[in-house]
């Protein structure tokens, strides 16, 4: 199975994905953990920040989560996934997929801003940063829409939600 977690910068996807993951191998063995970033630094940070090297990204996101998944391998993937073909792709290529959009309203996501991210977006000092400059498109259709107002715990709850699909997918 393949859980795709998207959402903009500090919406909460890695915190939902690590607890998932952790949850999840509570009761199986056969768990990884993609993060955009992680997969950024493993392919030697090669790809820039730009609608390109976004694009390159997320396609070998969406590979290697094929490829694990056809290994016999449970996916948890956190990804920023600003591209509607890519999840289209996920759908047409990867058996058992779903897909989770943790919805945060970008006022609160810039007062958040753990990284200070949405702040030099915004000062202009990086540019093509989704949310700001560049377009995040919802998600036409996912599986699951996660409100996240801030509630950390709220958010966590999904965790388990997300571990039992997995358990009851075997």
């Known amino acids: 199975m393949v859980i795709w977690i998207i959402g903009l910068s500090a919406s909460g996807k890695s915190t939902l994905a690590d607890e998932t993951v952790r949850l999840m191998r509570e009761k199986v063995d ?4 993609l993060d955009g ?3 950024r ?3 030697g940070d090669d790809l ?10 997320a ?3 969406c590979r290697m989560s094929r490829f694990l998944s056809g290994q016999g391998l449970n996916v948890v993937c956190a990804v920023l996934s600003i591209f509607d073909e890519s999840r ?3 759908r047409d290529n990867i058996d058992n997929y779903y897909e989770v959009f943790i919805d945060v309203p970008l006022d609160i996501l810039i007062e958040r801003d753990p990284k200070g991210l949405y702040a030099k977006a915004l000062r202009g000092e990086i540019t093509e940063f989704p949310g700001i400059d560049l377009e995040f498109p919802v998600p036409k259709s996912p599986d699951l829409v996660i409100n996240n107002n801030g509630d950390k715990d709220a958010l966590l709850k999904y965790a388990s939600q ?3 699909r997995v358990e009851s997918s075997r």
Request: glycine fraction near 6%.
């Open 30 to 33: 056969n768990v990884v953990l």
């Open 37 to 39: 970033d992680g997969v």
């Open 41 to 43: 630094e493993a392919f």
């Open 48 to 57: 820039s920040h730009t609608l390109e090297g976004r694009k390159k990204n």
């Open 59 to 61: 396609d070998r996101l």
């Open 88 to 90: 289209k792709w996920n």
């Open 162 to 164: 997300l571990a039992e």
